[in-house]
């Protein structure tokens, strides 16, 4: 079956420091990835997504993810976090075949930032 | 470009009382997804259409939902009768391919 998996619920970092968000998918064919960002009471924002080529892509507000097709990972990773990244991430996974299927989402982390 | 267009935002209702949610997709945008969120089960997908026609409803929860998609430019999902487990957020996204979503802000569902 079709599944994305983050491994944690909650996340606190220090302002200034590194953040990565995990993430693993199990999806029979060729996925398409991508992370979302949700501010409260919000819907939900596209961060960045990977289709194909170069491993490492890059997104908005310095976020940038890595898909490691041996692990079945895309983690997401900002090298300093700002207070203004508080907020729940998603990471979703669809069909690079069927472009017209639904995305599959995990159950999100929720990131806080401490002064 | 409004977005999509959900409403209401806030939503209480009695128990038993039908509740009607309400989307307005995109311009353009071919595919009409319906999501619900809950702390328990995150982003939970209930049903989506393609070209207006129903694809995949298997994550209706039950019969007391229902969605129809009558044209480009609307749709709606429909609880009857509500129940206190069914509060949730319940958001609508429509997409051109590949995946391009946009999501709306979400429809808070309170049934007491």
């Known amino acids: 079956a079709q599944s994305v998996t983050q491994p944690d619920i909650h996340i606190t970092v220090s302002e200034g420091a590194s953040l990565e968000l995990r993430c693993n998918y199990s999806y029979g064919a060729t996925p398409y990835l991508f992370w979302y960002v949700q501010s409260p009471g919000q819907g939900l924002q596209l961060l960045l997504k990977?289709?194909?080529?170069?491993?490492l892509v890059q997104g908005i507000k310095g976020f940038e993810a890595e898909f490691k097709r041996s692990q079945s990972s895309f983690n997401l990773r900002k090298p300093s976090v700002h207070w203004s990244d508080a907020a729940e991430y998603f990471c979703?996974?669809?069909?690079?075949?069927?472009?017209?299927?639904?995305?599959?989402f995990g159950k999100g982390t929720t990131l806080s930032v401490s002064s | 470009d409004a977005g999509v267009i959900q409403s209401p935002r806030h939503e209480v209702t009695e128990m038993g009382q039908e509740v009607t949610l309400r989307c307005k997709p995109i311009?353009?945008?071919?595919?009409l997804f319906w999501y619900r969120q809950t702390m328990m089960r995150g982003l939970e997908l209930l049903i989506y259409f393609n070209n207006n026609v129903p694809i995949d409803d298997s994550g209706m929860p039950e019969d007391r939902f229902s969605a129809k998609m009558p044209n480009a430019s609307f749709s709606t999902l429909k609880i009857q009768p509500s129940e206190p487990r069914d509060s949730a957020v319940y958001f609508c996204?429509?997409?051109?391919?590949?995946?391009?979503?946009?999501f709306g802000s979400g429809t808070r569902l309170t049934v007491v």
């Open positions: 311009s353009g945008h071919n595919s």
């Open positions: 979703a996974v669809g069909s690079a075949n069927q472009a017209g299927t639904a995305l599959i």
């Open positions: 990977y289709f194909s080529g170069d491993t």
């Open positions: 996204a429509s997409s051109s391919p590949p995946y391009r979503y946009t």
